[in-house]
């Protein structure tokens, strides 16, 4: 990622958590409030985010995503495997308890998506990118960078939103048994990837 890129995301995350900072103190936040704590112009804010409802649904999602430190504090597990299952499970968590803003907020996105240039902020906040490098950390000697950005990508396919609604709407699965397949798949990725660095 340029430099430039970088900064939209941090700028789009300062946005989304400044409105879930409102909202977690009990406030119905207009745009201009969230701008203003966010220290950022109400221009600015609004490149970002057209719409104050898409902007308030995302941020009910992104409170209950839960920051690396939290999962793996002192006391977390050491075992990549179990470490990526704690990510899984946060993320199908809030994914259950906040489905319809989830579903409204890639509603926007999709609608926004549509003949947009390059240049322009980023759509979507990357919540589970860090928190499955995090979790994925003890094996980062054995796989290199290489391997391990792959497999951080491949990851996000299957962790988040887009694993949960795949399994259900499309494969018309129940939640455990939404849960078992994709933790096969996870599991499934991190082995392929710790066998061909082992083969090579």
Do not use: H
Request: glycine share 8%; hydrophobic share 45%.
């Amino acid at each position: 990622m340029t430099a430039r890129t970088n900064q939209k995301a941090r700028t789009r995350q300062a946005i989304v958590r400044a409105a879930g900072a409102l909202i977690a103190r009990g406030e119905a936040p207009t745009l201009e409030q969230v701008a203003e704590e966010a220290q950022v112009s109400r221009a600015t804010a609004y490149r970002y985010f057209p719409g104050l409802d898409g902007l308030l649904n995302e941020a009910a999602v992104d409170l209950l995503v839960p920051e690396p430190a939290e999962l793996f504090g002192p006391r977390g597990p050491s075992d990549a495997f179990e470490r990526i299952a704690l990510v899984d499970e946060a993320f199908d968590k809030a994914c259950r308890e906040r489905e319809a803003p989830l579903r409204l907020m890639l509603a926007k996105v999709l609608e926004r998506s549509i003949g947009r240039r390059g240049d322009e902020p980023p759509l979507r906040q990357n919540r589970r990118g860090p928190l499955i490098e995090e979790a994925l950390a003890p094996l980062a000697p054995r796989l290199g960078r290489a391997r391990m950005d792959r497999l951080v990508r491949a990851l996000t396919m299957v962790v988040g939103t887009e694993g949960f609604l795949a399994l259900g709407d499309v494969a018309g699965l129940d939640a455990e048994a939404a849960r078992e397949v994709r933790r096969w798949a996870i599991d499934a990725l991190v082995a392929a990837a710790l066998s061909e660095a082992y083969a090579g």
